[in-house]
């Protein structure tokens, strides 16, 4: 089979086209034929040092494709089974980036019917990281769908990034009123086309003021990716016993907390990482984001407000780059 793996940390250039022998999947293991698999930025981050702990590791946490062959004890899923993947590379040295994968088939997902590879793909990293920000409230829901949020809130900071996306369209599906920031007219666009009810340009306005004119209350979950710039504007708009769910470290790895102006309003953040979230949240994600996917509420596609970018398997270093470079829309890997 072709992989592209690396065998040391460092800029795109690591990055290698070779020929593996085809894994076999052991007890409890699925083999996944890739047909698609998603870029995130973890994986050039992943690439560039962040974390290694293999000789050898074919990245891509994200996938989409056919079931190939499974292992012993696996019941549950069968040869021709179209598939998602979530976690494929972590803790494993072959991830998405292969003609074919093993995976632990708790991480291997039915793709619904009617859903493409390319939606498939992006759903992974995401979506559930969306979906643990919408959950984690006090006195929310630990499950989202029809209803879940009605009469809350949401506010998205960077509707048009990947999680941003997710974050809105599956809050609109579940009954939230869904605000989002964004830095210029091409990503308020994409915030629209995705769902979002509310688009404030903080670059343009004052991001504070329009918030509250919209939810004079506050908002109920702040869902965010750059809280080293975003935080005063969080602690301003959201409400008594609100949540700010953070997800990434955009714009500065540190930020301060005026503590009265915090715990006046018995704020609760809520730090959040894919990669060590309970297995039972990220099952419970994966139910929701499949109910979400089989009724047509989480859609990708510039319609939906999420471009797709497609490169062949043998430029996904160009891949790595594109996200790197803050590519607006999904990036994907064509394999199969």
């Known amino acids: ?16 086209l070779v020929e593996r022998p085809v894994p076999e999947p052991g007890p409890g293991e699925v083999r996944v034929r890739v047909v698609r698999a998603g870029v995130n930025p973890t994986d050039w981050k992943f690439r560039a040092g962040t974390s290694q702990g293999f000789d050898e590791v074919a990245p891509g946490q994200d996938g989409a494709g056919v079931v190939d062959a499974v292992g012993e004890g696996v019941d549950d899923l069968a040869v021709g089974d179209r598939v998602w993947l979530v976690l494929a590379q972590y803790g494993r040295a072959y991830g998405a980036s292969a003609e074919l994968t093993v995976q632990p088939a708790e991480l291997v997902v039915p793709l619904p019917d009617g859903a493409d590879f390319d939606l498939g793909a992006s759903l992974g990293v995401p979506a559930v990281t969306a979906h643990r920000a919408l959950t984690a409230s006090q006195d929310g829901p630990t499950r989202l769908g ?3 949020l009605d009469g809350t809130v949401v506010l998205v900071a960077g509707g048009a990034g990947a999680v941003g996306n997710a974050a809105i369209q599956l809050a609109r599906w579940s009954g939230a009123t869904v605000v989002t920031t964004v830095s210029s007219d091409e990503k308020a666009a994409l915030a629209t086309a995705a769902g979002a009810h509310h688009v404030v340009n903080y670059r343009t306005g004052d991001a504070r003021r329009e918030i509250l004119e919209i939810a004079p209350d506050g908002v109920d979950i702040a869902v965010e990716v750059a809280p080293a710039e975003n935080n005063p504007l969080d602690v301003a708009v959201v409400r008594n016993h609100g949540t700010i769910s953070i997800y990434a470290n955009n714009g500065g790895e540190t930020f301060e907390i005026d503590v009265r102006a915090t715990f006046s309003r018995n704020l609760r953040y809520q730090f959040l990482l894919l990669y060590t979230l309970d297995a039972a949240l990220v099952r419970a994600a994966a139910e929701d984001i499949n109910a979400a996917v089989a009724s047509g509420a989480l859609r990708v596609g510039a319609e939906a407000g999420v471009p797709l970018h497609h490169f062949p ?16 829309g999904k990036v994907l890997v064509d394999i199969g």
């Open 1 to 16: 089979m072709r992989a592209v793996v690396y065998t040391e940390t460092g800029p795109s250039s690591v990055l290698q």
């Open 146 to 148: 029809p209803g879940t």
């Open 313 to 328: 398997l043998e430029e996904t270093a160009a891949a790595h780059d594109a996200v790197e470079a803050g590519t607006v």
